[in-house]
Every structure is written in C-alpha cells, then in structure tokens.
C-alpha cells in the first residue's frame, strides 16, 4: 500500500499587488523555497498568481517540474466570498493525490495558507485522511503588525473583516474598542486595500481619544510602515494609509 504524501503549507510573500516585490530570499527562508520547488502538485487561491510565485521560486532553486506541467488546482470561488473555516466546505477530494503518494503543497496569494486567506478546509481534511501537515517558515502579516505595535502581544484577537456599511461598521469598531479597553486584548483587523482610506477616517471618528490606534503597511517591503500612537494624536498626523497597499489595523491599550 502506497504512504500518503504531505501537505505543506508553504508560505508566500506580503507583496502581491504591490508594485514593488521583495526579494524572495529577504523574506522567506531557502529551505522554504527549497521545498516549494520539490513540489509538482498544488492546491491554490489562484492559479495564475501560484504560477507567478512559482516563476520567482524557480529562478533561485529549479522547480522538479516545468511549471506548465504542475498540475494546479485553485479552490473554488465560494470558499474565496464566504471563507472555509466554517467546516462546510469538504476538501477532502482536493487530497486524492496525496492519498496517491504525492505531496502536496496548500498556496494562498500572501504570507500564510488559512491564516487570514483560504485554506483550513484543506488542512482540516489533510487531518480527518491522515495526511501529515508541515507548515513552513515564512512571514505571516498579523504577527509582525502585532509585534510592531507595542499592544499587548499575550492576549489578542484577529477578527478578520469589519462590516462595510458605515453604522454597521462603526457599532463593531466600539465593540472591538470596548474589548480592548476592558480585557486588554488587542484586536486586529483587515481591510480590502481599496478600502483603506475609508477605515481609517471611521476609525478616527469612532475611537476615543485615548485609544491606542496601530497601522502596519507594505510589511517586508522598503517602504513598509509601522506606527502607534493615541486617536488624538493620528489626528495631528496625515493618513499612513493608502488605497493600493494591504494593511493591518490595531486597537489597544
């Protein structure tokens, strides 16, 4: 009987969509990249960006096979909208090739699988068929931010998206204030990068005065960004964020 392949969980840069891409080799180690290029089966957001990533890979360690010839296989769109970490999605068909011997390597757009993108659906049948799971080294957005603000590293919490309609956002903004400002547990959050701009002015008009305000942008590139300060005082400043450039956002204490 054949032994069930791998699934790595094979981290990728914090650039895509920028335009400005850092060097692989700054931001993730060799033997990540080494082991990506080891890979011929893939399960991905998108293949035409898992393709774009595997074309940088190659040029520092020859991938096993031709990239046309990878056989790639993107998650579907549903999982994209309404995310897979409810345990609807059954992605144990994605697996047949691991349960063949092969391993496999789980890819989202930027940093790590299933951590703030797609993929738990993936892992959580890697599981359930006894499929080991390797997740490897490589930068994952929310933890540099965490540790770049100064909040408290040892209670937080990511809560992922916040609403889009403005009453609605603004009620969980002061919920997740209340949160933080009680328990002391900082909250993280993201946001479409079109819709920068528009977070942060409801931030500002939300947040007490006193609340400690986080913004982390264009992590591991040369003008990534990074700063703390009191809503009081960030209404002194100009806007650090951009509609082009993924950010993370904090509140704490």
Sequence with gaps: MTAPGRLFLVPAPLDFGCAVQAPLRDVLPDATLARAAQLTHWICENAKSARAYLKRVNELHPLAAPLQEL???????????????????DARPLLAAAL??????????AGMPAVADPGSSVARAAHDLGIEVV????PVSLLLALAASGLNGQNFA??????????ERGKRIRELEALALKAGQSQLFIETPYRNA???????QV????????VSSGLTLPQAFNRSLPVKAWKQQPAPVDNDTPAVFLIGR
Excluded at 78 to 86: I, L, Q, S, Y
Excluded at 100 to 109: V, Y
């Design 207 to 214: 947040l007490q005065q006193n609340t400690r305000l986080a």
């Design 100 to 109: 063949a011997g092969n391993d496999i390597g789980l890819l989202s757009e």
């Design 158 to 167: 990511f809560v992922g998206y916040l609403p889009q309609e403005p009453a």
């Design 71 to 89: 056989r790639i296989t993107e998650l579907p769109r549903e999982v994209h909208k309404k995310g897979d970490h409810a345990g609807t999605f």
């Design 135 to 138: 997740p490897l080294v490589g």
């Design 198 to 204: 528009a977070m942060w002015q409801a931030l500002l």
